[in-house]
């Protein structure tokens, strides 16, 4: 909250929410925010995909909650989960932290009123933009760019080191493939489920394909 | 009467004050950290090693580097790697364009409205254009140092366990040499603007502490010190601090055994190793009349203004003498554990690391400022209530606000 004082009720025209649900009382606030605007945009990766706080769902919650906290009657933690999964959104401006195109993107479409068109393609793309060697195939590293939806220009290959999904699956990502790859390069199941539930672990696309692995 | 504070406004994350005052006197006072927490100790377990430092960037996006940097050395201590001069170099120049940007922020945004009774930086349009205009202008040159080097300013994705994945050409790091240049006059404008603030008064008490080398302003390594005569390597923390659980706080927080309260942060390193500053921040200091030691927990927005001054020049000389060689080599794993300490921008950092053979997290513990400042802030908030007990309510949420401003807390680095 960067003010002071300001209208807490509404209404308002846009919202850019932010963060991983985590507790239940976030809900009915979110919800309340729904009600009260005409435009709602999800934004960061925390929101639209759980990223990093999500990685608790794949452990006991219990077990997680008690190697943070002796007493936990103070803590009212749930598991988290994305904002996009409680109410329907306008759009999600993806990223961690979140990227500026898609930002600018947002806005000026609902200044201009029209549909917001954000990036819906995968970090492989803008690898081959910038004519980069891929390090999947060329170096056998374990690169997630090919199911990562595109907006940081491809910065974790082009700063030689696979990308690690900070954006999040791409709409479609055929995570069950790549995970296969990872398999015939010899990746131990642990190491392929780490992969696909850093960011995106309680999203359909990456939780299936981690389930797999799972021992 | 009772004053809630339920949410207070430009600070990073979510925390109350509540307090009860009886004829006078302040019965009851609770700095009620609800932030939500993420468990990052509690999730970190059976992660891989290198993961680390991306997973823990995302407990702050203030300091991410601080973060990664703190676990970065946890858990090369853990392996018994040794990084590269260059490395070491490279990180702190991270961690000082990180400082400076954090430290824009929290002057212009979060703290200097107060001090003109204004609700928030939009606000300042269009009186205080000129200081907009300049905030801007830094913020974007010291962004580009971090991104030199990180890939991101934020997040940065080069900044590895063992090293940096790729470094920047010299001609880039030349370009950004000349853009810091350009900004060492804003610095010492900033100091100006903020050295002329209306702070309240106000004495504290905690006790200092922070890191301290044998050359240079310790940031990124060093034993831990104080005013009150600790001395003490970095792997004897558990030994003279403790940590405990808020029965009304999802943060926790630390005291000196056996003492009490401390204090870090800018103001504190300031108190603790002034002479350590590079000569540029030692004279603007001069300039405002600033001398230590300085007790007014409100002077650290102008500890943060002197080290602006400071994190700028003393980047620009280590960019110059850069060699951008050796600047990744392989680590080879093995069982162990490492507690690493840094100068976060907000004070001292502990990461506290347990890896098995195969590098995988066994145990995490991780320390921030803010839970370093808790007591001593609920403290000194006390103490300005006292000060200010027969004026207005309003007047009483203000001043408790610039307080919990002026140490410019974290609440959700505390809660991670």
Same mark, same amino acid.
């Given at each position: ?24 009382? &976030? ?6 925010? #729904? ?19 999500? $990685? ?8 997680? &909650? ?16 994305? $904002? ?6 306008? +759009? ?8 500026? #195109? ?11 009123? #029209? ?24 170096? +056998? ?50 190491? $392929? ?13 990456? #939780? ?8 | ?19 009860? @005052? ?16 993420? *468990? ?13 430092? !991306? ?25 018994? *790697?040794?990084?590269?001069?260059? =490395?070491?170099? @490279? ?49 974007? %040159? ?17 900044? =590895? ?9 010299? !001609? ?19 100091? /100006? ?15 200092? =502490? ?14 831990? %010190? ?8 970095? !792997? ?27 204090? =870090? ?24 009349? *600033? ?54 921008? /907000? ?9 098995? /053979?195969?590098?995988? @997290?066994? /145990? ?43 140490? !410019?807390?974290? *609440?959700?680095?505390? %809660?991670?």
């Amino acid at each position: 909250m960067v003010s002071s004082g300001g209208t807490p009720e509404g209404p308002f025209d846009i919202a850019l929410v932010e963060g991983t649900i985590t507790e239940a009382w &976030q809900v009915y606030e979110l919800k309340k925010i #729904r009600e009260r605007t005409k435009y709602l945009f999800a934004i960061g990766s925390c929101a639209i995909n759980g990223g990093i706080p999500a $990685i608790k769902s794949t452990q006991p919650e219990l077990e997680v &909650q008690k190697r943070v906290y002796a007493d936990l009657s103070p803590i009212h933690s749930i598991r988290p989960d994305t $904002i996009v999964s409680y109410v329907a959104v306008d +759009g999600d401006i993806k990223g961690c932290p979140p990227g500026e #195109r898609d930002l600018i993107e947002a806005l000026t479409s609902v200044l201009s009123g #029209r549909k917001p068109d954000f990036l819906e393609y995968s970090v492989c793309i803008e690898c081959k933009i910038k004519t980069n060697i891929c390090v999947l195939v060329a170096h +056998g590293m374990p690169c997630m760019g090919p199911v990562t939806n595109a907006g940081c220009g491809a910065l974790c290959p082009t700063n030689n080191r696979p990308c690690y999904s900070c954006w999040g699956p791409m709409k479609q990502a055929n995570a069950s493939a790549l995970a296969k790859l990872f398999e015939s390069t010899g990746m131990t199941p642990e190491d $392929i489920v780490r992969r696909f539930t850093l960011f995106g672990s309680v999203t359909t696309e990456f #939780r299936k394909t981690a389930e797999r692995y799972e021992t | 009467m009772k004053l809630n504070i339920d949410y207070i406004a430009r600070v990073e994350g979510e925390g109350s004050v509540k307090l009860e @005052i009886e004829e006078g006197t302040l019965k009851d006072l609770k700095l009620n950290i609800w932030e939500p927490p993420r *468990f990052f100790e509690g999730f970190l377990h059976k992660r891989r090693f290198d993961e680390v430092p !991306d997973i823990v960037a995302r407990i702050c996006g203030i300091c991410p580097v601080s973060h990664m940097t703190t676990a970065i050395r946890a858990l090369e201590k853990a392996f018994g *790697f040794v990084p590269s001069p260059e =490395v070491v170099k @490279i990180r702190k120049i991270m961690a000082l364009s990180q400082i400076v940007a954090s430290h824009l922020i929290h002057l212009y945004m979060l703290a200097f409205p107060d001090y003109h009774r204004l609700h928030s930086v939009t606000q300042m349009l269009p009186g205080f254009e000129l200081e907009i205009r300049r905030l801007i202008k830094m913020k974007e %040159v010291v962004n580009n140092v971090t991104a030199l080097f990180g890939g991101r300013p934020l997040h940065p994705v080069a900044m =590895v366990v063992g090293g940096f994945t790729q470094l920047p050409s010299r !001609d880039m790091v030349g370009k950004v040499i000349k853009e810091l240049e350009s900004i060492k006059d804003d610095a010492v404008q900033t100091l /100006r603007m903020v050295s002329n603030l209306p702070f309240p008064d106000l004495t504290n008490d905690s006790e200092y =502490v922070g890191l301290h080398g044998p050359s240079g302003y310790a940031i990124n390594e060093g034993i831990i %010190v104080s005013n009150d005569g600790i001395k003490i390597e970095e !792997d004897g923390y558990y030994s003279v601090f403790k940590e405990d659980e808020v029965s009304y706080s999802n943060a926790k927080r630390t005291h000196v055994k056996g003492r009490g309260s401390l204090m =870090v942060g800018a103001l504190a390193r300031l108190n603790l190793k002034f002479e350590m500053l590079h000569p540029d921040a030692k004279k603007a200091a001069e300039e405002i009349g *600033f001398t230590v030691p300085d007790h007014n927990p409100f002077h650290n927005n102008i500890a943060q203004a002197i080290e602006i001054v400071h994190g700028i020049s003393e980047c620009m000389e280590l960019l110059d003498g850069l060699n951008l060689k050796d600047s990744n080599i392989p680590l080879k794993l093995r069982e162990g554990e490492g507690i690493a300490l840094t100068e976060a921008p /907000r004070g001292l950092l502990c990461h506290h690391y347990v890896v098995n /053979r195969k590098g995988i @997290i066994e /145990r995490a513990n991780i320390i921030t400022p803010t839970a370093h400042n808790f007591m001593s802030l609920e403290e000194n908030l006390r103490k300005l209530i006292q000060q200010y007990i027969n004026e207005e309510k309003e007047e009483i949420v203000l001043k408790c606000e610039m307080l919990v401003r002026a140490y !410019d807390p974290c *609440f959700s680095c505390s %809660v991670h």
